[in-house]
């Protein structure tokens, strides 16, 4: 495994980060073999987890302590989010001061960490980013509660505003073979020193026609969830099915690759529910692509644009 520094934050994390959330956190998966693939990423060089209170229905963070549970986290990098919540099966949102403050509370506690390594605001609208509510994030570094935060948002007009704050360490953006046009917006982030967290670097499957392959329950929730908010992405996705044939690795392998090729990404984040595609995506840790195989993914990019 590789390892990038998480901006100006003083952070070092692993290239390949482990997404503890959607199915992963759910009740109807098994909690040992959640507990399972943590332990196998954290023996395969994994140092950033990222989870949310909100994932899962709320049980993705706690579930996430349980597994970290007698483990040395000291070098790991931990993130978690703030801003929204679960509620009844549905998602609250709450950007007060007191509700963030509150929420980066609870998650120390379901974490069972002293302090939150990273805490990101949960797709925050701009009008959310208060002096109120920044004021109450450099609270939490100033009690040591927090050493770094940072805003997801897959709204660049959001990340664009967060590059200008300079009390934010971090972003997070979804960026795959799907997403170049967030390249210009993620070395605006670099250059201003900005932490770069690649989420959905795997287009959700999408590039290996995912969806169309039904093997367990967890497979009909995650091509359901797929087709239903995100069909032109599927869509999309079946365009960059070559990547599958790309010699020497996998296709999920080169659609991290290609992520990974971007110097100013600290981090591709992904999650899983299987032992052997988390053992595919390690090892994408240190690949290349070709020239070939990049200027193949250009053209079917500029396609799609055009």
């Known amino acids: ?21 959607s199915w992963w956190g759910k009740p109807q998966f098994s909690e ?32 996430l302590g349980r ?21 009844g099966g549905r998602i609250g949102r709450d950007f007060s001061a007191a509700a963030v403050i509150a929420s980066a509370e609870r998650s120390l506690k379901a974490l069972g960490l002293a302090a939150l390594p990273l805490l990101q605001l949960h797709g925050p609208a701009i009008g959310d980013l208060t002096d109120e509510l920044r004021t109450a994030l450099a609270g939490l570094k100033a009690r040591g509660l927090v050493r770094a935060v940072g805003a997801n948002s897959f709204d660049p007009a959001v990340i664009e505003h967060v590059i ?36 959905m670097p795997l287009a959700m499957g999408h590039t290996g026609r995912q969806v169309a392959k039904l093997r367990a329950p967890r497979d009909l929730w995650y091509a359901v ?58 090892a994408a840790s240190g690949m290349t692509l070709s020239a070939d195989t990049l200027a193949a993914i250009r053209m079917q990019q500029a396609r799609l644009s055009g």
Do not use: W
């Open 1 to 21: 495994m590789l390892y990038r520094a998480l901006g100006r934050t003083g952070l070092t994390v692993s290239e390949i980060g482990f997404g503890a959330a």
């Open 32 to 63: 040992r073999a959640a507990a399972g693939l943590v332990h196998a990423a954290l023996e395969g060089g994994v140092t950033f987890f990222d989870t949310g209170a909100s994932y899962s229905n709320g049980h993705a963070e706690p579930r």
């Open 67 to 87: 597994a970290l549970k007698g483990r040395d986290t000291g070098k790991l990098v931990v993130a978690t989010k703030a801003g929204t919540f679960a509620q």
């Open 164 to 199: 200008g704050l300079p009390d934010f360490d971090v972003v997070m953006v979804d960026y795959n073979v799907l997403r170049p046009e967030r390249e210009p917006l993620i070395a605006r982030a670099a250059a201003g020193g900005k932490g770069v967290l690649a989420g």
């Open 225 to 282: 969830r797929g087709l239903l908010r995100h069909r032109r992405e599927v869509e999309q996705g079946a365009r960059f099915g070559f990547l599958n044939r790309t010699p020497g690795m996998t296709g999920a392998q080169a659609a991290l690759t290609y992520v990974l090729a971007n110097p100013a990404v600290a981090c591709a984040v992904t999650g899983t529910t299987r032992p052997a595609h988390l053992a595919e995506n390690l």
